[in-house]
């Protein structure tokens, strides 16, 4: 059984920064992807980015290129997102998963609990 608990919600104001953590535990298959999702009252979940821990590869959202950045650090078994240039437009819940493929959340199997990101104007 995979676990994911997100860490670093919070409250900035727009043009801020904000990194957010996503620990997993538990096996699971390094194969497949572990992304970034927010979702806001009234809107759909949206896939932000995504990362292969083995590879390194990542995807990005068009509405996220060059605000947020994906991380891993493999030996912590982490994934990390670092949010810049944030705008009120990204408050939303955001949650960590694992075991899907890239940006797509129907094959993602494992959610973490979310955490509240607010940006203010």
């Known amino acids: 059984q995979v676990q994911l608990v997100e860490f670093g919600g919070g409250s900035v104001q727009a043009g801020g920064c904000l990194n957010l953590?996503?620990?997993?535990?538990?096996?699971?298959?390094?194969?497949?992807?572990i992304g970034w999702f927010r979702q806001a009252p009234g809107r759909e979940r949206e896939g932000l980015a995504a990362?292969?821990?083995?590879?390194?590869?990542?995807f990005y959202a068009d509405s996220v290129k060059g605000r947020f950045t994906i991380y891993r650090d493999n030996v912590k078994n982490t994934v990390y997102l670092q949010m810049s240039s944030l705008k009120p437009e990204d408050t939303a819940t955001y949650y960590c998963?694992?075991?899907?493929?890239?940006?797509?959340?129907?094959?993602?199997?494992?959610w973490g609990q979310g955490t509240q990101v607010t940006v203010s104007s």
């Open positions: 990362i292969y821990p083995a590879s390194g590869n990542t």
């Open positions: 998963a694992a075991g899907g493929y890239g940006l797509l959340d129907t094959y993602y199997t494992y």
């Open positions: 953590a996503c620990e997993v535990s538990g096996r699971f298959d390094r194969s497949r992807s």
